[in-house]
């Protein structure tokens, strides 16, 4: 061990200076007196935390190395920190070890060499009991008085992005501490934490963010990028080409052990998170490689870069589990710039890519766990950034980095959003989004991959449109408009959530991808139950076909074209819409009156069209609970002529829209959609039910299914929307 100091940190450091004893986490103890200690951990002495007297100036050891303590039983005491408090030397240690049983201590002494007396309430720090806590591993401990006089514990925790798996490693928590009447220190009043703490706060000192993007255009890299190992200053430059960051790839890669690859990162700090780069690299001969990685240690780690494959340049994603490298996707690219993106989620890192201006590519994803600590080992967390390598020997071109861009992504403000709302939800209820959907997905079906949120050449977008106002309520749309002199056929999406959750934005890369074929797509906004019960929502919708008709000059409208498509209670709510045409009881008091709200086609993805089945009844006995008590407003017992009511089936006549039913291969209650689509056909209107096998609920926002979903919609509606008056 040895220490540096200085009178200013952020000027020069003395020369090391070694202490005489060995150890991991040394510390020293500045007593009162004058006399100086070192504490250490590893048991170098008779205990596992030891102790010698040093001279500061020289680091030679004044004294024996004497054992202190060996802690209340847990594994692995170390992490010692020793104090004099109001007359009494305090020791305080870690147990448990870096993990879920992960602890702190104290004890305490009138000597600095003992004997110690434990705290009855030890530990005084720990959530080993505290399974369900999103803060796990908490200790190696220290206490801090403010200026103020209040007292702090500053220590680490990690959180899991899922259970028993986290790979941001250790991170630094604080918490306030009390002092017992018998004068032990009380961390949060109870020994356990939360994110938020209620507390009386210090002063708040904001830091300066580092500069993102880093468009290295200063003189030397800034303090948030590290290397791995001591990288040779020759292998990096930021003046041979001024606002780049060059790397010239050596011989060594990420799978080293003991070599220092080229690889300049910064840790990950947010779950969801987005992190950007473009590079400009011409590989001449295999092996030459660079682009972005995601590095936990030498056997764990993704590379998502650029390489000489069999037909020329390629864009490659490689995954490193355990010292089993796989090469999970690669295909060849045009020449040019080429971006890359990683976005991280919890559960997942998901890959995409651009060349030049084109729009970005998706090229999967892989999960979080096989890098977290569970899994590689380690605690340090996952660093993310740029290399470059020669596999074997020296690169013989280099690797140009025009910037690197690392953000809190839309995702993690929803994340806080999807807390915000899952505290509106009766109990067994949760949040319906993409993000939650995906979580739900991806253990079985571990090759889905999100749609983009990126336009579409062609298309214009005009969000936040005030389609109706309920005195301040303002319901709003997200239109989505071809270029062209149209006029095009307009359509509405609906999205899911059982009545009770959801947003309209999460229809927004099936709405522009309607749009690129020639649609005017809008997403739309609808009264959810726990705001206003049925029939507001039905109202809504027809309000919102009514307002498409009355702009349909002002946005290219052909207003004898009007569709909608809707997913799950979505679906159901298309489907009401299609069946009620012309049916005043349904209108309800929105704008544009005198305007028609017939929607002449309509798409029901994996939505219900009767709520009278045995099933659904059955599901009353959930009471308030249940959704569709909810979504109606009573149980069936209550109100069966409600239930009846909202459901499509009731409805069926001659002026009823056709309907595509597109199913998933999940349980879903068919019969009645076919009783349905009979009913139409026996009409003479058309009807059809597509099932896509092997596909869970919310198929129509991933891919793989997403195209072949669009494809059915975009042939459905082309075949129905031709003369068809409204």
């Excluded at 004294?63 to 209340?72: A, Q, R, V, Y």
């Excluded at 062609?458 to 301040?472: D, E, M």
Aim: aromatic fraction near 12%; proline fraction near 6%.
């Amino acid at each position: 061990n040895f220490f540096v100091f200085t009178k200013d940190p952020t000027g020069e450091w003395s020369d090391p200076i070694e202490l005489d004893q060995g150890g991991i986490d040394p510390s020293l103890f500045f007593d009162d007196d004058g006399k100086v200690y070192l504490t250490t951990g590893g048991g170098t002495c008779a205990a596992r935390i030891c102790q010698s007297e040093v001279d500061i100036k020289s680091g030679k050891r004044l004294s024996e190395i004497k054992p202190l303590w060996n802690g209340t039983g847990g594994s692995s005491p170390e992490g010692p920190h020793l104090y004099k408090i109001k007359g009494y030397y305090y020791l305080m240690i870690a147990e448990g070890g870096t993990e879920y049983a992960h602890s702190e201590t104290i004890a305490r002494s009138r000597s600095p060499w003992g004997p110690f007396e434990p705290d009855s309430r030890n530990p005084i720090l720990t959530h080993r009991n505290f399974k369900a806590s999103p803060i796990q591993g908490a200790g190696h401990a220290d206490l801090i008085q403010a200026h103020d006089g209040s007292w702090w514990a500053v220590f680490l925790a990690f959180r899991p992005a899922s259970r028993m798996a986290h790979h941001l490693g250790r991170e630094t928590f604080l918490a306030p501490v009390t002092w017992s009447e018998d004068g032990w220190p009380i961390v949060n009043g109870n020994g356990t934490i939360t994110l938020r703490m209620d507390v009386k706060t210090l002063p708040q000192h904001l830091w300066p963010e580092t500069s993102t993007p880093d468009e290295f255009s200063q003189s030397g890299l800034n303090v948030s990028w590290n290397f791995v190992r001591n990288l040779e200053p020759s292998r990096w430059s930021l003046t041979e080409r001024p606002g780049w960051l060059r790397l010239k790839g050596s011989s060594a890669t990420l799978d080293d052990a003991e070599a220092a690859p080229v690889f300049v990162g910064r840790r990950q700090q947010y779950f969801d998170s987005e992190v950007a780069t473009q590079i400009d690299f011409q590989p001449r001969r295999e092996g030459e490689e660079a682009g972005l990685a995601l590095r936990m240690n030498d056997r764990h780690h993704y590379e998502f870069g650029i390489r000489l494959g069999a037909d020329g340049r390629e864009v490659y994603l490689r995954y490193d589990i355990g010292g089993i490298r796989t090469v999970a996707a690669n295909k060849s690219i045009s020449a040019g710039l080429v971006r890359l993106r990683i976005r991280s989620y919890p559960e997942i890192y998901r890959f995409s890519y651009a060349v030049g201006d084109e729009i970005f590519q998706d090229f999967g994803g892989v999960e979080t766990r096989y890098l977290a600590s569970e899994v590689a080992d380690g605690f340090n967390g996952v660093f993310i950034g740029m290399f470059a390598t020669g596999r074997g020997r020296d690169s013989s071109i280099p690797a140009d980095f025009d910037y690197f861009e690392s953000k809190q992504v839309s995702g993690q403000l929803l994340e806080a959003a999807i807390v915000k709302e899952q505290a509106t939800l009766p109990p067994g209820y949760t949040v319906f989004s993409v993000e939650t959907a995906e979580r739900g997905l991806i253990k079985n079906y571990p090759f889905v991959t999100r749609l983009s949120n990126d336009l579409p050449p062609g298309v214009i977008a005009k969000p936040g449109i005030v389609y109706q106002r309920y005195g301040a309520r303002e319901m709003h749309l997200d239109l989505f408009q071809p270029k062209g002199r149209g006029p095009f056929p307009a359509v509405i999406l609906v999205h899911g959530g059982a009545w009770i959750t959801g947003n309209h934005a999460m229809e927004n890369p099936f709405a522009m991808e309607l749009a690129r074929r020639g649609y005017v797509a809008a997403t739309v906004e609808y009264r959810l139950s726990n705001e206003a019960k049925y029939p507001a929502a039905i109202h809504d919708l027809k309000s919102s076909i009514r307002w498409l008709r009355a702009n349909a000059v002002r946005y290219n409208i052909d207003p004898n074209r009007v569709a909608a498509v809707g997913a799950s209670a979505g679906g159901h709510l298309v489907a009401l819409l299609g069946a009620t045409n012309g049916m005043a009881n349904f209108e309800g008091d929105g704008d544009n009156a005198r305007v028609s709200s017939v929607a002449q086609s309509v798409v029901d993805i994996d939505g219900p069209v009767t709520f009278i089945d045995p099933g659904n009844v059955e599901k009353e006995i959930k009471g308030p609970y249940d959704t569709n008590t909810r979504f109606i407003g009573g149980t069936f017992k209550e109100k069966p002529d409600a239930w009846r009511e909202a459901s499509p089936i009731t409805h069926v006549n001659r002026q009823s829209a056709p309907v595509l039913f597109i199913n998933s291969s999940s349980y879903r209650p068919f019969q009645q959609r076919e009783e349905m689509r009979n009913k139409l056909n026996a009409l003479g209107i058309v009807s059809e039910i597509v099932v896509i096998p092997d596909t869970p609920h919310p198929f129509w926002l991933f891919h793989p299914w997403f195209d072949s979903t669009v494809q059915y919609v975009d042939e459905f509606l082309r075949r129905t929307l031709q003369n068809r008056e409204r």
